[in-house]
């Protein structure tokens, strides 16, 4: 099966920026699917935040929307989220997934915490 892990999560104030990375096992080129990226924050459900598609198309929601930025390198077959303009309510662990606007597979990854103080 192919692996996702995230990276790039850290401890930052509001208005802070941070970059996280989603590398997978995937080695077959070219790359087939859309990537996806969600987050839970404690004590909620796993919510949608932003997926990229096959061709460079990206998509967010609404909460994220203008200060997130979703992109990939399909060379790498890694899958980056630039966050800018970090706020309390962005506290989460954010999951990558192969899918567009859903994962794929039936499993995720150990995920990347993200904590923004205000």
Not at 67 to 77: E, G, L, P
Not at 86 to 108: F, I, P, Q, S
Request: glycine share 8%; aromatic share 12%.
């Amino acid at each position: 099966q192919v692996q996702v892990v995230e990276t790039g999560g850290g401890s930052v104030q509001a208005g802070a920026s941070l970059r996280l990375s989603c590398a997978t096992s995937e080695r077959r080129t070219p790359v087939l699917y859309a990537m996806s990226w969600f987050r839970q924050a404690s004590g909620n459900e796993r919510e949608f935040v932003a997926a990229i598609s096959v061709s460079g198309f990206p998509h967010y929601s609404d909460s994220v929307k203008g200060r997130f930025t979703i992109s990939r390198d399909k060379t790498k077959n890694t899958a980056y989220l630039q966050m800018n303009s970090l706020k309390h309510e962005d506290t989460a662990v954010y999951y990558c997934a192969r899918g567009w606007m859903k994962n794929d597979d039936d499993y995720w990854g150990q995920g990347t915490q993200v904590t923004v103080s205000s």
